[in-house]
């Protein structure tokens, strides 16, 4: 399994769960280990599922973006 694939996975979870943006920033922040690559990847991924987006999907994409933002200001 990919990074990509573990940082996409995660994020689903953490969006499934309803954690704390925060925490869950936080969690893929650690989980991509600075990775920029793996996120935008991950993202990418959950944004080409063929299936229509589902509120799960839509919060993982907004909780990868700001893990990229703050990736983009270290």
């Known amino acids: ?4 694939n573990i940082v996409m996975d995660r ?10 943006r925060e925490v869950a920033v936080i969690d893929l ?3 991509c280990g600075a990775n920029r690559v793996s996120v935008v990847m ?3 991924r959950v944004m080409d599922d063929p299936l ?5 999907a839509t919060q993982a994409v907004d909780l ?6 703050r990736l983009s200001d270290a």
Request: include cysteine.
């Open 1 to 4: 399994m990919t990074t990509a």
């Open 11 to 20: 994020a689903l979870a953490l969006a499934r769960e309803g954690t704390e």
């Open 29 to 31: 922040l650690d989980c």
């Open 42 to 44: 991950a993202r990418q």
């Open 52 to 56: 229509p987006r589902s509120q799960e």
């Open 64 to 69: 990868l973006d700001e893990v990229l933002r």
